[in-house]
Each structure stands twice: as C-alpha cells, then as structure tokens.
C-alpha cells in the first residue's frame, strides 16, 4: 500500500499541473485568436494598399480583383512558401497584362540583418514592372539581384512569387 501511495503522490500534482497548464494555454488561445486574426487582416489590408494605391479590391476565391474607378485592372494574392529560416508570406499585385505592380512581405522568418532584407525596398522593388517569366535571380537567367549573403532568402521569395504568379494567371 504504501509503494501506491508514493506513485499518487508523484503522479497526482503532475496531472494536475499537465491540466492547469493546459487549461491555461486553452484560455491564452481563446483569449488572443481574435486579437490575432485581426493583425492578420490589418496586415492584408495594408500590404493590398501598398501594391495597389488607390484601388479597390473584391475578394475572388484565393485571390482579389483590383479595380480602378470600377475597372478590373489586375489581381493581388498571397504567396507563400519556404525561405531560409522559416515560411515567408508576401502579397503580390500582377497587372493583367502579367507584370508586376509590387510585392510586399507580410511575414518572413529570416536570418536578421541578412536575409530580412527581403522586406527592404531596394529589393522588393525590383519586382515592379517584370513580367512573370523574368521573375528569377540574375545569375538564373532572370532580372532580380540577389542580396549579398542571403541568396537563399532572394532565391526563395522569387521563386514563391513567380509559382503563384503562374497559378494565378492561369486561373484568370
């Protein structure tokens, strides 16, 4: 009897602790969605501005229509995919004539000071204007430069923005 009691002495603080913990992070989760979902929509609403000034969007399945005073004149969608360091997330406008207007990082996870320059305009403006077969590094045959000791980062969010860029044209 006495090998039980030492088992439940042992066992029962750690269930207890293993339920208030989770009962804790259940209550942090449910406290914090809202709060996170709406950052994740300021952020889309800010980066459909940043691509595309002075227009107005209409959600369309995976992507949005830009119009320009009623006019459709393009598309902005997420692309998403592997860098580096972890998943970046960038909103991309494609006029449809299928260039470029802009790309904006909405998330990355890179290495800091290399290659979260992605999100730095000297790079993402470089995207502006090209059209969607030009869209690799410039040692690949393209017309984007690389950033200096983040090849990988540059590599990665051009290859994410022409893939989907792809997709989208497409589907339109």
Not at 22 to 40: N, P, Q, W, Y
Not at 102 to 131: A, C, D, M, W
């Amino acid at each position: 009897m006495s090998e039980l009691k030492r088992i439940l002495s042992i066992s029962i603080p750690l269930i207890l602790i293993c339920i208030i913990s989770g009962a804790t992070l259940a209550l942090s989760f449910d406290l914090t969605k809202e709060r996170i979902r709406e950052v994740e929509e300021r952020k889309i609403t800010e980066s459909l501005a940043s691509i595309f000034p002075d227009a107005s969007f209409r959600k369309t399945g995976e992507y949005y229509t830009v119009l320009v005073n009623g006019e459709e004149i393009g598309y902005a969608f997420l692309a998403e995919g592997q860098g580096y360091s972890g998943t970046i997330k960038t909103m991309v406008g494609l006029y449809q004539n299928g260039t470029l207007s802009h790309i904006y990082v909405v998330s990355q996870l890179e290495t800091p000071g290399l290659g979260t320059r992605i999100i730095e305009p000297e790079f993402t403006n470089q995207f502006s204007g090209k059209r969607i077969e030009d869209l690799r590094l410039r040692r690949e045959g393209g017309l984007i430069d690389s950033i200096t000791g983040a090849t990988i980062s540059s590599r990665a969010i051009t290859e994410i923005v022409r893939t989907r860029a792809e997709v989208i044209r497409n589907e339109t």
